[in-house]
């Protein structure tokens, strides 16, 4: 399995150069290492403006990275056309590895872009009781809040699970406002569908 560290997460000095290791860096600049790099752009649930979009990717083919970790993007139907334009101007720009993580399953036209999706990036509580609906075989888990103790068996339910690339990891990203309603919307939906 591919290892992808978000941008809170952090190998360890001591990690080897790899083609299965991934790091999304947070914004162009100098980069920390030589491992395969992925640059993040939010693209705010489909919210921000295809003009900021475009002037990021640029931004990071200028940086000179391996491709694109295009965060917090739509899961629904509505923005499969600005996602695929995106991916396909990504592509001109020469950045052909790209990660899409709107951390939950997609509506099915997401799969006809050629892309690795995330269908799962929260707590490892939420990823406890996760019921994997609409994921398949190969995608991405994004794992984090693990208590050490339980790294291993993460990983194992991760690989049990069909995770193609992602991680788990004893770090969490930093909480905003923003991020706790998004986990207490997400507790939220599992009270009501039982799980």
């Known amino acids: 399995m591919k290892t992808l560290f978000p941008p809170y997460a952090h190998p360890s ?5 790899d083609a299965e290791t991934w790091l999304v860096q947070e914004r ?3 980069r920390g290492t030589a491992h ?3 640059g993040r752009i939010d693209l ?22 391996e491709g694109l970790f295009l965060d917090r993007a739509p899961a629904g139907p509505g923005g499969v056309g600005p996602v695929a334009l995106t991916i396909r101007l990504a592509a001109r720009r020469g950045l052909h590895r790209v990660v899409l993580n709107p951390g939950v399953p997609t509506h099915p036209l997401y799969r006809d872009l050629g892309v690795r999706i995330c269908t799962f990036d929260g707590s490892w509580t939420a990823y406890q009781g996760w019921a994997g609906d609409g994921a398949r075989p190969g995608d991405g888990h994004l794992v984090h809040g693990v208590p050490p103790q339980l790294l291993t068996a993460a ?11 992602g991680l788990a990891t004893d770090a969490s990203p930093p909480v905003t406002e923003e991020s706790a309603e998004d986990e207490a919307d997400s507790a939220d ?7």
């Open 189 to 195: 939906s599992c009270t009501t569908s039982g799980s």
């Open 44 to 65: 705010d649930w489909g919210s921000r403006s295809l003009a900021d979009v475009l002037a990021a990717v640029d931004a990071w083919r200028g940086d000179g990275v």
């Open 36 to 38: 395969q790099v992925l």
């Open 13 to 17: 000095p001591e990690l080897e150069l």
């Open 155 to 165: 990983r194992r339910l991760m690989g049990r699970r069909g995770a193609g690339f």
């Open 28 to 30: 162009p600049g100098e």
